[in-house]
């Protein structure tokens, strides 16, 4: 079966929000939903290679400059007054 991307998309969502109480939100969470994901959709015949694929976008994220979305900084000071 071929799967499309949307398809895809789909599962890692799943997978994503079925791991955010494991993993939390990041970086590193989402690449190891990546690779659960390309396990169960390959039936466990993900490729080394292609695990290596994901591996290094993540060390790729990790290394990019962060960009704010816009008045995040704003919300992020008016909640921290409140809440630690």
Same mark, same amino acid.
């Given at each position: 079966? &071929?799967?499309?991307?949307?398809? /895809?998309? *789909?599962? &890692?969502? +799943? =997978?994503?929000? $079925?791991?955010? #109480? %494991?993993? #939390?939100? #990041? &970086?590193?969470?989402?690449?190891?939903?990546? /690779?659960? =994901?390309? /396990?169960?959709?390959? #039936? !466990?015949? &993900? =490729?080394? !290679?292609?695990?290596?694929?994901? /591996?290094?976008?993540?060390? $790729?994220?990790?290394? @990019? @400059?962060? @960009?704010?979305?816009?008045? *995040? +900084?704003?919300?992020?000071? *008016?909640? *921290?007054?409140? %809440?630690?």
């Amino acid at each position: 079966m &071929v799967l499309s991307a949307e398809d /895809i998309d *789909a599962c &890692v969502n +799943r =997978t994503e929000l $079925q791991n955010l #109480g %494991h993993y #939390g939100y #990041g &970086v590193s969470s989402f690449v190891l939903s990546l /690779i659960e =994901t390309a /396990i169960a959709v390959t #039936g !466990g015949r &993900v =490729t080394g !290679g292609d695990l290596r694929g994901l /591996i290094d976008l993540a060390k $790729q994220m990790l290394t @990019e @400059e962060v @960009e704010l979305l816009e008045s *995040a +900084r704003e919300a992020v000071t *008016a909640l *921290a007054a409140s %809440h630690p």
